[in-house]
């Protein structure tokens, strides 16, 4: 079974903890969210990333593409300025399917 990790602000974590999300990082600072990325990054268990949109655009562009061609973990972005790949896209590259056929 692979883990669910949540980076983001206080208020963006808030509800994944809630529904029971045990990986979540507070980051408050865009060297915190650099810092808890890289530590997800490193973590086998890891299968998927939620990331606030805004703290994906503060990290370093080579780390941002990374993030957006990973499998594994498969990052999705949240919010407002959600760009790159839909949902949809994610899905099928993570899986090999296309769940919506």
């Given at each position: 079974?692979?883990?669910?990790?949540?980076?983001?602000?206080n208020e963006f974590i808030l509800?994944?903890?809630l529904a029971g999300i045990t990986?979540?990082?507070?980051?408050?600072?865009?060297e915190k969210v650099l810092d808890a990325v890289n530590g997800v990054l490193?973590?086998?268990?890891v299968g998927i990333l939620?990331?606030?949109?805004t703290d994906m655009t503060r990290l370093p562009a080579?780390?941002?593409q990374t993030l957006e061609n990973s499998v594994q973990?498969?990052?999705i972005t949240l919010g407002e300025e959600a760009g790159g790949l839909s949902?949809?896209?994610?899905?099928?590259?993570?899986?090999g399917v296309d769940l919506w056929k």
């Open positions: 079974m692979v883990d669910i990790a949540v980076i983001g602000n509800g994944f903890r990986k979540i990082y507070a980051a408050e600072s865009a490193s973590d086998n268990m939620v990331m606030n949109s080579r780390l941002r973990p498969t990052v949902m949809r896209e994610r899905i099928k590259r993570s899986v």
